[in-house]
């Protein structure tokens, strides 16, 4: 079984500064997939930014970027240059082994204040 | 492109009644999933299919049923309707393992 934990039930981060959201998970599988999914006020899942565990390379898309930890277990997002459109709650996410079901976390309520 | 569309968007239904949750996708996704959406909560997969004419059971499946007939349509069914089953429901679809999933907008359903 897979499991994804967010700890951290809610931050704040001032505009334009850096906030790091936290998140550890637990697989057996050897292959698999970790997302950071962001859900607005509308309710809309987005994707925000994948990693794929063979690869020892840190994604990164635009304002975005993971710190991935495969030993620790440990998928940190980073988001730099904060706006106030990135307020909304994310969600870590875990793919593994077959179906690619998902496995999400409780998610985080980031607030960015102007 | 429409992607993963779901209706309706909002229902209210009594207990004990039944209803359809339908979601259709134009991507030609083999995999498509149906999660519940909790009050400060992540997604919980109900059921899920990899194909036309296969489902499984997810992590809550108690309750509802589906079928998928067609690679685009995969309904969710709740037969009888219970307060333990208002959430926000999203239907979500995928090509394959390590590909992201593509999500409709969701179903808000609220059981009184």
């Known amino acids: 079984a897979q499991t994804v934990t967010q700890s951290q039930p809610e931050m704040s981060v001032q505009e334009a500064e850096t906030v790091t959201l936290s998140c550890t998970y637990d697989?057996?599988?050897?292959?698999?997939?970790l997302f950071w999914y962001k859900q607005p006020p509308s309710r809309q899942m987005i994707l925000v930014i994948r990693?794929?565990?063979?690869?020892?390379q840190n994604a990164t898309e635009n304002r975005f970027s993971v710190n991935f930890q495969k030993a620790a277990k440990s998928f940190s997002l980073k988001i730099s240059d904060s706006q106030l459109g990135d307020t909304a709650m994310y969600f870590c996410?875990?793919?593994?082994?077959?179906?690619?079901?998902?496995?999400f976390g409780k998610g985080i309520t980031l607030s960015v204040r102007p | 492109n429409a992607g993963v569309t779901q209706t309706p968007k909002f229902r209210i239904l009594k207990i004990g009644q039944s209803m359809t949750l339908q979601c259709t996708q134009d991507?030609?996704?083999?995999?498509m999933y149906w999660y519940r959406q909790d009050p400060g909560m992540g997604l919980k997969l109900i059921y899920y299919?990899?194909?036309?004419?296969?489902?499984d059971k997810g992590e809550v499946p108690n309750g509802y049923n589906v079928s998928r007939s067609t690679t685009e349509d995969f309904p969710l069914r709740l037969e009888l309707a219970a307060p333990s089953q208002t959430s926000v429901y999203f239907c979500?679809?995928?090509?394959?393992?390590?590909?992201?999933?593509?999500f409709g907008d969701g179903t808000r359903l609220s059981i009184l």
């Open positions: 979500a679809s995928t090509m394959t393992g390590n590909q992201p999933q593509h």
């Open positions: 697989t057996s599988e050897s292959n698999y997939y």
């Open positions: 990693q794929e565990a063979y690869k020892q």
């Open positions: 996410a875990l793919s593994a082994g077959a179906n690619s079901k998902l496995t």
């Open positions: 991507m030609n996704h083999n995999y």
């Open positions: 299919s990899v194909g036309a004419g296969i489902t």
